[in-house]
């Protein structure tokens, strides 16, 4: 089992329904082989927001989680993950990582 499996397995326990995501992480493959719906975005901040307001919308029943990848895609996304902490609004963010 690899890595992106393992977390995807924790996600569909939490009863993560969809996974916003930014193209080119391991995590969107696998997520998705558990029914967890990938929606894939063309820019890492506005997926960002996407799972912000998930959690909004649903008062923090559903919590929003985003992937992509690391390095620059992490950088991109941080202004989404700074308004959602400034609001104390409950996301989940999982970068990308290098393969080793």
């Given at each position: 089992?690899?890595?992106?499996?393992?977390?995807?397995?924790?996600?569909k326990?939490?009863?993560?329904?969809?996974?916003?995501?930014?193209?080119?992480?391991?995590?969107?493959?696998?997520?998705?082989?558990?029914?967890?719906?990938?929606?894939?975005?063309?820019?890492?901040?506005?997926?960002?927001?996407?799972?912000?307001?998930?959690?909004?919308?649903?008062?923090?029943?559903?919590?929003g989680?985003?992937?992509?990848?690391?390095?620059?895609?992490?950088?991109?996304?941080?202004?989404?993950?700074?308004?959602?902490?400034?609001?104390?609004?409950?996301?989940?963010?999982?970068?990308?990582?290098?393969?080793?």
């Open positions: 089992m690899k890595v992106a499996d393992a977390v995807a397995k924790v996600l326990a939490e009863g993560v329904e969809y996974l916003f995501a930014y193209p080119v992480n391991p995590l969107i493959e696998a997520a998705a082989k558990l029914d967890i719906r990938p929606i894939i975005v063309r820019q890492e901040r506005i997926g960002l927001h996407m799972a912000d307001a998930m959690s909004r919308v649903t008062s923090g029943e559903k919590i989680v985003f992937c992509m990848q690391s390095g620059p895609g992490s950088e991109n996304a941080f202004g989404g993950v700074a308004q959602a902490y400034g609001d104390s609004s409950p996301i989940v963010v999982l970068p990308g990582g290098y393969t080793r």
